[in-house]
C-alpha cells in the first residue's frame, strides 16, 4: 500500500500503537496477522515521522544476507561519515543499533519497527537470542517502543509470545490484525472513490474477504462480477495465483496446511478432527494439532463447537473466503480467460458456493448480528447444530445458532438470494419442523426465536406470520461495532 492511502478503520488496533507511544515505559509491541492483511502499513501510518529506525528481513534469506540487510538500513538511516561495517552476528549487530538509538534519542521515544520478524531470525541463526539480550539489557531501561511483525502468526506466538527462554513475558502490548469487516470493507472502498452498493460490496467479499492488498485491485465503474472476473481470472489477475503463494510464504511444509485447507473446501458442514485425518491421510498426533492450530490462529479456518457436546465434536470449517472461491472456482478455470466469471455466475454450482460463503460471512459478524438483535450486552455463545436423525424420522442441520444467557435461543436460517426473499408454504413448514426438532432433541426449556437473516429484506405475507420471530437482512453485517 502507498503510504498516501489513508488509513481505513483499524481503531482499537490505533489506539494500543499509541497508547505504547505514550506511555511512560518501555514498551514491546507484536503485531500478528495474515499476509497481506495491511501490518505494515497499520504501524507505518500510525507511526508516521516518529520511526527512527526500521527492517523488513529478506525472505529466504541467509544470516549473511540478512545482516548485510541490517547494515544497510542502518546506515540509511544514520547517514554517517564512515559507513557501519556488516557485523560478524546479530549480537554485534544489535550493539551498532544501541548506539545509533543512544544519538538519536534526544530525551523523545525512539521506535524501533522490525518488519517480517520470522524472516529476520530465519534458521539456525543467533537472532532471537541476540534480540532478547538487547531487549533484556538495554531496550527495557530506555524509552523505547519495539515493534515486531510478523505474517507468520503462529511462529511469532510460538517464538516469539510463548517465548520461553530471554523473551519470556517481555511483550507488553499486541495486536492481532484481522481482515476488514464488511463495514471497514466499505469504508476502505469509498476512500478510494469507488460506489458499490452493499449487494455488489458483499459479493466481492464473498470471492476475496477483507483483505486490503486485495481490495485494492477493484476498479470504481465496474460491477462486482467484472471486478471478480478481471482479478481472478484474466491472465494478468492479482488473485489469479496468489492460492500458491499463500501458505508457502506463512508456513513451513506448507503442502500438510494446504491438504486440510483441500479436504475442507469439499464440505459445508465442516469436519471433525478424525475426519480431517482421515481426508487427508495425516497422521495422529502433535503435528496434525500444530498445523490445525496455526491455521486457526492465522484464520484461515474456524473451530466451533456443536450445541451441547462442547467436549465432543470440535469441527472445522474453512472460513477463508478467498481459499474457498480459488478451490471452487478460479484453479481449473485460469485458462478461460476474461468472460469466466460472468458465466460461471450463473450455474448451480454458484448458487452452492454463494450459500455457503454467506453463511461463513455471517460467523465472522456475530457482534453486528447481536448488535441488530439488540442483544449485544447479553453474554451468548455461538455453535452449530446437526442431527443425523430423530424421532421425526429425519435429521436438521442448524448453521449457528446463538444460546443467550438471558434464556433464550436465536436459531438462524441464512439464505443468499439475489432479491427481496419471500417465504414460501414448503419453507414455512420446513423451520417449524427445524424447530420442533431442535426443542425435542436437545430438552431445552429456553425460549426459541427463529430468526431469517437473507440478503434482502423479506417480504411478509402468510406464511411468515408466526413462523419467524426476527428478520434480518444483510445491511446489519455492515453495521460498526
Not at 80 to 96: D, G, R, S
Not at 215 to 232: R, S, W
Request: hydrophobic share 40%; glycine share 6%; net charge positive.
Amino acid at each position: 500500500m502507498s503510504i498516501q492511502t489513508p488509513l481505513v478503520g483499524r481503531q482499537a488496533e490505533q489506539l494500543i500503537l499509541q497508547k505504547a507511544l505514550q506511555s511512560n515505559e518501555p514498551e514491546m509491541v507484536a503485531v500478528i496477522g495474515r499476509r497481506r492483511v495491511g501490518k505494515t502499513f497499520l504501524v507505518r501510518s500510525t507511526y508516521a515521522g516518529k520511526i527512527n529506525f526500521e527492517i523488513t528481513g529478506v525472505q529466504n534469506g541467509s544470516t549473511r544476507e540478512q545482516l548485510q540487510h541490517f547494515t544497510d538500513r542502518l546506515n540509511y538511516y544514520a547517514q554517517p561519515i564512515l559507513p557501519f561495517q556488516v557485523p560478524k552476528n546479530w549480537q554485534e549487530a544489535f550493539q551498532m543499533l544501541i548506539i545509533f538509538l543512544e544519538k538519536r534519542m534526544n530525551g523523545e521515544k525512539a521506535v524501533v519497527f522490525l518488519d517480517e520478524f520470522p524472516w529476520l531470525a530465519g534458521r539456525n541463526s543467533d537472532f532471537l537470542k541476540a534480540f532478547g539480550l538487547f531487549w533484556n539489557s538495554w531496550a527495557s531501561q530506555n524509552n523505547v517502543v519495539i515493534v515486531i511483525c510478523g505474517s507468520a502468526a503462529s511462529w511469532m506466538i510460538a517464538n516469539v509470545v510463548r517465548n520461553k527462554g530471554g523473551l519470556h513475558n517481555r511483550i507488553t502490548r499486541r495486536v492481532n490484525l484481522q481482515p476488514f469487516t464488511l463495514y471497514e470493507t466499505e469504508q476502505f472502498l469509498q476512500s478510494r472513490s469507488i460506489q458499490l452498493n452493499r449487494y455488489h460490496i458483499l459479493q466481492i467479499y464473498m470471492a476475496m474477504g477483507g483483505i486490503p492488498h486485495y481490495l485494492k485491485e477493484v476498479e470504481a465503474g465496474k460491477t462486482a462480477t467484472q471486478n471478480i472476473d478481471q482479478i481472478c481470472f484474466s491472465p494478468q489477475g492479482f488473485l489469479r495465483e496468489e492460492f500458491t503463494e499463500l501458505y508457502p510464504a506463512l508456513f513451513d511444509h506448507a503442502e500438510n496446511h494446504i491438504l486440510i485447507i483441500r479436504a475442507l473446501a469439499n464440505t459445508w458442514q465442516g469436519m471433525t478432527r478424525k475426519d480431517i485425518l482421515l481426508k487427508t491421510g495425516l497422521a495422529d498426533g502433535g503435528t496434525s494439532t500444530r498445523i490445525l492450530e496455526e491455521l486457526a490462529n492465522s484464520g484461515f479456518i474456524m473451530a466451533f463447537y456443536a450445541f451441547g457436546k462442547k467436549k465432543k465434536e470440535l469441527r472445522y470449517r474453512l472460513t477463508d473466503e478467498y481459499s474457498l472461491f480459488y478451490l471452487q472456482f478460479i484453479e481449473d478455470k485460469r485458462g478461460e480467460g476474461a468472460g469466466t466469471w460472468e458465466r460461471l455466475a450463473q450455474t448451480q454450482a454458484w448458487k452452492s458456493w454463494s450459500g455457503y460463503a454467506y453463511e461463513s460471512i455471517c460467523l465472522k459478524h456475530i457482534p453486528a448480528i447481536k448488535k441488530a438483535l439488540g442483544i449485544s450486552g447479553i453474554y451468548t455463545e455461538a455453535s452449530a447444530f446437526y442431527l443425523k436423525k430423530s424421532d421425526f424420522g429425519r435429521g436438521i442441520q442448524l448453521d449457528l445458532l446463538i444460546d443467550r444467557n438471558d434464556q433464550a435461543i436465536n436459531l438462524f436460517e441464512i439464505k443468499f438470494y439475489q432479491s427481496p426473499f419471500v417465504l414460501n408454504k414448503e419453507l414455512a413448514e420446513e423451520i417449524l419442523l427445524k424447530k420442533a426438532i431442535f426443542k425435542s432433541a436437545t430438552g431445552s426449556t429456553k425460549q426459541l426465536f427463529f430468526t431469517l437473516l437473507t440478503t434482502f429484506p423479506l417480504v411478509p405475507n402468510e406464511h411468515s406470520l408466526g413462523v419467524v420471530d426476527n428478520v434480518l437482512d444483510m445491511n446489519c453485517l455492515f453495521e460498526p461495532i
